[in-house]
């Protein structure tokens, strides 16, 4: 057997020894055609078998360029050594018991440190999951049983997740829901604030909502309010100023439970530990996932003690939620945030990127918007001279950047938004050159 090595000893450089992808990953792809499931598509086709700092390697021996950190998940960088080190360790002592069965030190530990950090000082408790799906799954269910009622607010954009109930809540169509329903009921949907389209101040975006909310569902019948605080898969929509927060204050008068799903914004991706902090609001429940473990499968659900705690015994778990392997990756990769200072690290590689397409925007008009925060950005692209959307530019960019050795992924209702989730551990130099990368594609586009 080959010793493949990821981590930061990789060296961190882009080199392509064949084409993207090269024979080796062509030959996986087909073997993955007649295999797995059409369904689960891939962005970019090539054979990864080693990651780490900010460049993964496949196959055929190419270095890429990682802008995508396996969607804001490796936020630590790939297999970060603490992470690898606390994983070695909890599988040689033990690799599974059922939290709910036999339960272990690791899992209290993680609940410990989610409750002293995720947003507000009051009493919270946390439970742990697999999936950022499967919290906000029981983030609803938590909701539901503490308020004894049923209805769920969700978002024009929304991503929530694949699962029958998130699928519902997610808003777009193709291709996260077309031909899979029925879907579950008791899901209303409101327009959000949008600054780049709707021109509305969070004050007045939050009217529009809050209107609706009480026109169509009535607060009697709404167990929760749940957002993402800058909209992911819809394309890094980050709402006006007021938003997030006049929509907290009405939950709070109305006895509706106000989550923010923080699964893709958390863990110090926007430039601090959780973007619900930028805007003061303290969130009644906070789903957590992707940047959690370094790479591990994780989630959680964490929230006010009383509310939290309305749940009877049993009603809560799952087989394998809380992996003691997952909240051994997750107590490092946590730690890992705080020792390297990577809230810091997160708020210059947004200055980077802004400074960087800033300058480009100056002489591109299909540059929309640049937004984001911190080291979670995006660039919405238009058509010259409009706002309408550039898919094809959008997706010309990416293949491009793909095949020059650079992991770029898309999002956004219309799919004309190029986001960048770079490792926190990705050095300027690699960023930079990964960036021109993407702006020599779209030059030529
Ligand atoms: C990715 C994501 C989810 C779903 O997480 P999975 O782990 O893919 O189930 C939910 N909410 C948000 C905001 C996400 O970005």
Same mark, same amino acid.
């Given at each position: 057997?080959t010793?493949?090595?990821g981590?930061?000893?990789?060296p961190?450089?882009?080199?392509?020894?064949t084409?993207?992808?090269?024979?080796?990953?062509q030959?996986m792809m087909a073997?993955?055609?007649?295999?797995?499931?059409?369904?689960?598509g891939v962005? !970019?086709?090539?054979?990864?078998?080693?990651a780490g700092?900010?460049?993964?390697? @496949?196959?055929?021996?190419n270095?890429?360029i990682d802008?995508?950190?396996g969607?804001a998940?490796t936020?630590?960088g790939n297999s970060a050594?603490?992470v690898?080190?606390?994983v070695?360790?909890?599988?040689?002592?033990?690799?599974?018991?059922?939290?709910t069965?036999t339960?272990?030190?690791?899992y209290?530990k993680v609940?410990?440190?989610?409750?002293?950090?995720?947003?507000?000082?009051?009493e919270?408790?946390s439970?742990l999951?697999?999936?950022?799906?499967?919290?906000?799954?029981?983030?609803i269910?938590?909701?539901r049983?503490?308020?004894?009622?049923n209805?769920?607010?969700?978002f024009d954009?929304?991503?929530?997740?694949?699962?029958? !109930?998130?699928? *519902?809540?997610?808003?777009? $169509?193709?291709?996260?829901?077309d031909?899979?329903?029925p879907?579950?009921?008791?899901?209303y949907r409101?327009p959000?604030s949008y600054p780049f389209?709707?021109?509305?101040s969070?004050?007045?975006?939050?009217?529009?909502a809050?209107?609706?909310?009480?026109k169509q569902v *009535?607060?009697?019948? !709404?167990?929760a309010?749940?957002i993402?605080p800058?909209?992911?898969?819809?394309?890094f929509?980050?709402?006006?100023e007021?938003?997030?927060?006049?929509?907290q204050a009405w939950?709070?008068?109305n006895?509706?439970?106000?989550?923010l799903?923080e699964v893709q914004t958390?863990?110090a991706r926007?430039g601090?530990?959780f973007?619900?902090?930028h805007?003061?609001v303290?969130p009644?429940?906070?789903?957590?996932?992707?940047?959690?473990a370094?790479?591990l499968?994780l989630?959680a659900?964490?929230? /006010?003690?009383?509310?939290?705690?309305?749940?009877h015994a049993g *009603?809560?778990?799952g087989?394998y939620?809380g992996s003691p392997?997952?909240?051994?990756?997750a107590l490092?990769?946590i730690?890992?945030?705080e020792?390297? $200072?990577?809230?810091? /690290?997160?708020?210059?590689i947004?200055a980077?990127? @802004?400074?960087f397409f800033g300058e480009?925007?100056k $002489?591109?008009?299909?540059i929309?918007?640049?937004?984001?925060?911190?080291?979670l950005k995006?660039?919405?692209f238009?058509e010259?001279?409009s706002? $309408?959307?550039?898919?094809?530019l959008?997706?010309?960019i990416a293949?491009q950047a793909g095949?020059q050795?650079?992991?770029?992924l898309t999002?956004?209702?219309? *799919?004309n938004?190029? /986001?960048?989730?770079?490792?926190?551990?990705?050095? @300027?130099?690699l960023l930079r050159e990964g960036?021109?990368?993407?702006? @020599?594609?779209?030059?030529?586009?």
């Amino acid at each position: 057997m080959t010793e493949l090595v990821g981590g930061p000893s990789l060296p961190q450089e882009r080199k392509l020894v064949t084409s993207i992808p090269g024979p080796k990953s062509q030959e996986m792809m087909a073997r993955k055609n007649a295999a797995v499931a059409a369904g689960v598509g891939v962005a !970019l086709p090539v054979s990864i078998v080693a990651a780490g700092g900010g460049v993964m390697v @496949d196959a055929d021996g190419n270095s890429l360029i990682d802008l995508g950190s396996g969607i804001a998940v490796t936020g630590v960088g790939n297999s970060a050594p603490a992470v690898v080190e606390a994983v070695i360790n909890q599988v040689q002592a033990f690799t599974h018991t059922c939290f709910t069965v036999t339960p272990y030190d690791g899992y209290v530990k993680v609940a410990e440190k989610l409750n002293e950090l995720t947003p507000g000082d009051h009493e919270k408790r946390s439970a742990l999951f697999n999936s950022g799906a499967e919290a906000v799954e029981n983030a609803i269910k938590i909701a539901r049983h503490f308020t004894k009622k049923n209805g769920v607010v969700v978002f024009d954009h929304a991503y929530h997740g694949r699962t029958n !109930l998130t699928m *519902g809540m997610t808003a777009k $169509n193709i291709p996260y829901k077309d031909g899979f329903g029925p879907f579950a009921p008791e899901v209303y949907r409101v327009p959000t604030s949008y600054p780049f389209r709707d021109g509305l101040s969070g004050a007045e975006a939050a009217k529009v909502a809050l209107t609706q909310i009480e026109k169509q569902v *009535g607060a009697g019948n !709404l167990a929760a309010i749940i957002i993402e605080p800058i909209q992911g898969e819809g394309g890094f929509i980050a709402p006006a100023e007021g938003f997030l927060p006049a929509l907290q204050a009405w939950a709070t008068e109305n006895n509706v439970v106000f989550i923010l799903d923080e699964v893709q914004t958390g863990f110090a991706r926007t430039g601090d530990l959780f973007a619900a902090n930028h805007e003061g609001v303290v969130p009644d429940m906070v789903t957590t996932a992707k940047g959690i473990a370094g790479g591990l499968p994780l989630s959680a659900v964490t929230g /006010r003690a009383e509310i939290m705690d309305s749940a009877h015994a049993g *009603g809560l778990g799952g087989t394998y939620a809380g992996s003691p392997i997952a909240c051994a990756a997750a107590l490092a990769t946590i730690d890992t945030y705080e020792k390297e $200072n990577l809230t810091e /690290r997160a708020r210059e590689i947004g200055a980077i990127i @802004d400074e960087f397409f800033g300058e480009i925007a100056k $002489n591109d008009d299909r540059i929309g918007e640049i937004r984001g925060r911190g080291a979670l950005k995006a660039i919405e692209f238009v058509e010259s001279g409009s706002k $309408n959307p550039n898919a094809a530019l959008t997706g010309a960019i990416a293949k491009q950047a793909g095949e020059q050795g650079v992991i770029v992924l898309t999002c956004g209702t219309y *799919g004309n938004v190029v /986001r960048f989730l770079p490792p926190l551990s990705i050095s @300027d130099e690699l960023l930079r050159e990964g960036l021109q990368v993407v702006a @020599d594609a779209l030059a030529a586009n």
